[in-house]
């Protein structure tokens, strides 16, 4: 089977239906990896590494794939994307106020999920059951909404 797809890659899809989906967006186009899984691929790096938020070419990669710039200015470069407990959006700070309404101060869920051993998480309610699928656990369970 030979797929060509050419273009930037970005951060890959999982859905949970009646068994995990996984798509990786690769430029404008999405590949469907479930029926690879199992099969080699190749990749090839043409070493450019563009932002994912303004687009501009750069020699290094921050948070998540943002030029140095867009990672000191945008809130979604802050540690409370990957810690929601760290928020500091309550005190006033946050960057982009409007950001921090739309994804900090949103519903959050403390889970248990089963990954190599039992563990104690939060995350976004819309990253349920995302965040179990990225963390490779085969059971989630929410056990607190905050």
């Known amino acids: 089977m030979s797929l060509l797809a050419s273009g930037t890659l970005s951060k890959m899809r999982a859905s949970l239906e009646s068994t995990v989906q996984y798509r990786l967006p690769v430029g404008d186009e999405e590949v469907d990896l479930s029926p690879l899984i199992g099969k080699t691929i190749s990749l090839n790096h043409t070493g450019n590494i563009f932002c994912a938020s303004c ?12 030029c140095f710039v867009c990672m ?16 500091h959006y309550d005190e006033g700070t946050c960057r982009e106020p409007e950001w921090g309404e739309a994804n900090c101060m949103v519903d959050h869920f403390v889970y248990l999920s089963n990954t190599s051993s039992l563990k104690v998480g939060i995350t976004r309610h819309t990253q349920i059951p995302t965040r179990w699928i990225d963390q490779g656990a085969t059971q989630g369970l929410p056990i607190l909404k905050s």
């Open 55 to 66: 687009g501009k070419k750069t020699k290094k990669s921050y948070s998540q794939g943002h």
């Open 72 to 87: 000191k200015k945008l809130a979604s470069c802050d540690m409370c994307i990957m810690k929601p407990e760290t928020c």
